[in-house]
């Protein structure tokens, strides 16, 4: 049966806020690379963060990244929507980004990156869909 997941954009739109996204891996010229053809160890990484996830009850949800709708076929990669705001003075905030950032706010991992898509950014992509359809 086919996965039903939401766009970063309609998550942002319902939250009312901007979100933190999780992508793993590299992209294939600019395309995701499908979760089925994810590494075992970038599969593992994932996995592994889904579990420290649940353990910390922080929400998620495997969505598509922002922009996906620009590709009129997108599989899905991976992404992950993390449930937290963008705020360096909320504990949730604090222990999600630690588990994908060291302090100075490089990557742990290399193939792991945590994406932050503001509301305004959001507006802006969602009124250029509208204008060019138009």
Known sequence: ???????????????ERG?????FGPRNHGLPIPIA?????????RDELIAFLDKNKIGYEECFPTGAQDFEVCPYDGTLYIDVEYNSEDTSYRTFIATVEKPDGTQLNPEVT???VSFEQVLK???????AED
Request: charge should be neutral; charged fraction near 30%.
């Open 114 to 116: 945590c994406y932050y």
């Open 125 to 131: 992509k969602l009124a250029e869909l509208e204008n």
């Open 19 to 23: 979100v933190l996204i999780v992508c």
């Open 37 to 45: 053809k994810m590494k075992p160890e970038l599969k593992q990484a």
């Open 1 to 15: 049966m086919p996965q039903d997941l939401r766009y970063t954009e309609t998550i942002a739109i319902e939250k």
